[in-house]
Nanobody, 122 residues
Framework: QVQLVESGGGLVQPGGSLRLSCAAS????????MIWYRQAPGKERELVAR????????NYADSVKGRFTISRDNAKSTVYLQMNTLGPEDTAVYYC???????????????WGQGTQVTVSS
């Protein structure tokens, strides 16, 4: 039973911080790259941050670089997104996404979390 359970979203004031968590189960967590996406109403889905299976490589959208940090704890099968200096432009539904690819076979697997709302407002 594959599950991605997110927590940590909510309402925060501009300049504040939130830490999102995504707890995974039902698959081999360390074999999957983990990605945080976000989508605001009427806007295209945006890749926020990505981390490889053992945390050796990360990527960030330019809009969050220097403010957000993605990390993972494979012993806990959990990926985190630390969000600092939040502004109204960060308001969106944030989705946790697990991605596995076997490049030799061409097979891949993907799983999505349910999404969690982050609202930045005074």
């Amino acid at each position: 039973q594959v599950q991605l359970v997110e927590s940590g979203g909510g309402l925060v004031q501009p300049g504040g911080s939130l830490r999102l968590s995504c707890a995974a189960s039902g698959f081999t967590f360390s074999s999957y790259a983990m990605i945080w996406y976000r989508q605001a109403p009427g806007k295209e889905r945006e890749l926020v941050a990505r981390i490889t299976g053992f945390g050796g490589s990360t990527n960030y959208a330019d809009s969050v670089k220097g403010r957000f940090t993605i990390s993972r704890d494979n012993a806990k099968s959990t990926v985190y997104l630390q969000m600092n200096t939040l502004g109204p432009e960060d308001t969106a539904v944030y989705y946790c996404y697990a991605q596995y690819s076997n490049w030799r076979s061409g097979k891949g697997y993907e799983y999505w979390g349910q999404g969690t709302q982050v609202t930045v407002s005074s």
